[in-house]
């Protein structure tokens, strides 16, 4: 299955290993594991076709509830509701280099 869709995290593109930020276009391929669905991403410059020109702009909202997601064995991802996690997650946003920024460049 391939589906475009804007990153909620830093990416790396599985063909040119460009950094990209969050809500960079990104284009997956979602194919069926033995181990269950995995996927393959790449950026706008590697795909193989246009960006959607209705992909939806994402905006990132930090007050808005962090959503646990995983791959259903359709290749659509879905929201895990029944998991509680025992530490509290929270959202924390890093540079797209944090190696640098870490070095002080
Ligand atoms: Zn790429």
Do not use: Y
């Amino acid at each position: 299955m391939k589906v475009w869709t804007r990153s909620k995290a830093s990416f790396a593109c599985g063909r040119c290993a460009n950094i990209l930020p969050p809500g960079s276009p990104r284009l997956q391929f979602v194919f069926r594991g033995k181990n269950g669905p995995f996927a393959k991403d790449r950026c706008e410059h590697c795909a193989d076709e246009p960006v959607p020109a209705d992909l939806p702009i994402r905006t990132m909202n930090f007050h808005e509830p962090l959503v646990l997601t995983a791959f259903d064995i359709d290749g659509v991802e879905r929201p895990i509701s029944n998991l509680k996690p025992m530490t509290p997650i929270q959202r924390i946003e890093l540079p797209v280099d944090w190696r640098k920024k870490a070095a002080g460049e």
